[in-house]
């Protein structure tokens, strides 16, 4: 039976997260911790009154380009080992997929231990990330530029923060709505910040990072213009006389490294977030409306998870009819479509793919169900 966890319950819970992912919270940090943890909803199933596997819901929020939907992030999924193999976890995923519905939570997103334990449940890798390594060599900067670098202190936080990041995340699929309590909690702890301004004073880049035994890592770089691209990099450049290395995590559509004077460098690809879409008729009859989807498509969606995306879906410009599922021109899998709605993947590297069926008529109709905007995603929970 699956069970709510109240407040009281969450230090087993935490205790079953520090077994499960191995580290320990310090005992003056604990009350903390299970405060963060105030806004999730715990699912736990229990055996003779322990706990024996657990699963947080989080309410959040992500931009599909300009336009913002529900998330239900999922995180802190565990078992004990004495309890795993009894399909705990899959109760408690089909649970959270339920009480999402329920709630009109029409996406989803979590971080794998395994990507192919949780295509499993319909969710697909849409995000990935760049891990640019660089020597000292390689800090070379850039020509010129008109704006300046603002320097912040650690546990500081700039008002200019927000909004670059908001532009930022606008002109992307699946980036986090951060309030400011999120900010100050996950963002920019334990991080310097520097903000470029440009020549009328205005804030259009930034970039959190540390530097420690002469290495400098950044872990966000978020420029909205081609000047901030270069005076944060040209900011970066500086430390040569600090630091042997630098590591930059990049948008992997990011242009900096083919800037450079030297761009034979190493760059890792990385997998890193996985989504899919929880309801896909209340997820289509908003959508459609907002990016004004102006043709007429029907196809049918496969979901082995949950039985209501099991349908046909008739598109009619920017209506949505469901029906019972039939054969249909287009087919898709529930983890296929996620990533043709998030932009990960066109209609034709699905068909090559082998993941869609559909004829050449109906290709430029999927692609218009995709806006254009890169995938991406900055945050851990």
Known sequence: MITKLNHGQFE????????????????????????????????????????????????????LGKHVYPMGGIAGVATYPE???????????????QKMKEDGTV?????????????????????SFHKVQLEKKDLVPLKPYNGLIRRFKKDTY????????????EQHNGMLIRSKKWWRDRSITDLWIAIYYNDTGEATGYLTYEVKKEKM???????????????????ICQHDSMVNEAELILNPFEVLPYMLKDPRIKVEKHPYFMARIVDVENFLKRYV????????????LSDSTVAWNNSTFILNKNEVVVGEKIEAPISLDIKDF???????????ELLQMGKLQAGEEDFHKLQALSQGNHPFFYDFF
């Open 217 to 235: 890592k950044v872990e966000e770089f978020v420029p909205l213009t081609s000047d901030a691209r270069i005076g944060l990099w040209n900011f």
């Open 83 to 97: 309890f795993r193999r009894r399909g705990y976890v899959r109760q408690l995923m089909d649970h959270s997929l």
């Open 289 to 300: 409306k907002e990016i004004d989807f102006q043709y007429e498509l029907k196809f049918s």
């Open 12 to 63: 087993e819970s935490l205790q079953l997260s520090e077994y499960a992912f191995q580290y320990e919270v310090p005992s003056e940090d604990r009350e903390r911790r299970l405060q963060q943890t105030k806004d999730h909803t715990v699912f736990g199933i229990y055996e003779e009154g322990n706990l024996a596997a657990k699963l947080h819901l989080i309410p959040l929020q992500v931009h």
């Open 107 to 127: 996406l989803s997103m979590l971080h794998p231990f395994s990507i192919d334990f949780y295509r499993k449940f319909g969710w697909e890798v849409f995000a």
């Open 338 to 348: 996620t990533t043709l709605i998030f932009g990960v993947h066109t209609p034709e």
């Open 158 to 169: 700039p008002n200019e923060l927000e909004s670059i990041y908001d532009r930022y995340a």
